[in-house]
């Protein structure tokens, strides 16, 4: 029998929960803005250039776990760049789609005015039985486009 609940899985340190520099964690998929995004990463290859650094030039203490340390953080931070950076275009995908929404219903609601503005001009200099009679002709021609509207004035 399979169960239908499943428990959360837990943060991978190092792969979808980063440690920053300032000692804060942070979970993959609470980052909000590509922007955020971004600078996260930036953070992320700044660190593993130092790491890099230390390593190569040896800076370490006289600790020996110190080098295997270090090379297990490199590599937790190299783990969780991929995890981040599709992260960013899934953030990215999303703002520029809402950018786009936003930019087509603003084009939408201004060509929306212009035909009202019409309707009222036409309105005016034809009066209200002709455009009772293009309303009827409209309707006839296009009788889905208008089951469910009312009159002209709607």
Excluded: N
């Excluded at 239908?4 to 998929?29: A, H, K, M, N, S």
């Excluded at 930019?103 to 455009?131: I, M, N, P």
């Amino acid at each position: 029998m399979t169960s239908l609940f499943q428990l959360p899985t837990p943060p991978i340190r190092g792969v979808t929960t980063i440690l920053l520099r300032d000692g804060t964690e942070i979970r993959v998929d609470a980052i909000e803005t590509s922007a955020q995004g971004q600078a996260i990463l930036a953070e992320i290859d700044g660190a593993i250039l130092a790491i890099e650094d230390q390593i190569a030039l040896g800076t370490g203490t006289d600790d020996p776990t110190w080098r295997t340390r270090a090379e297990l953080a490199l590599k937790r931070k190299r783990r969780s760049r991929p995890v981040l950076q599709e992260r960013i275009g899934v953030l990215r995908r999303a703002e520029k789609a809402a950018a786009l929404g936003a930019s087509q219903a603003q084009s939408a609601s201004k060509v929306d005015a212009k035909r009202q503005a019409f309707v009222q001009a036409a309105y005016e200099l034809l009066g209200h039985e002709t455009c009772v009679e293009v309303w009827a002709l409209a309707q006839e021609k296009q009788p889905l486009l208008f089951a469910d509207a009312g009159g002209p004035d709607r």
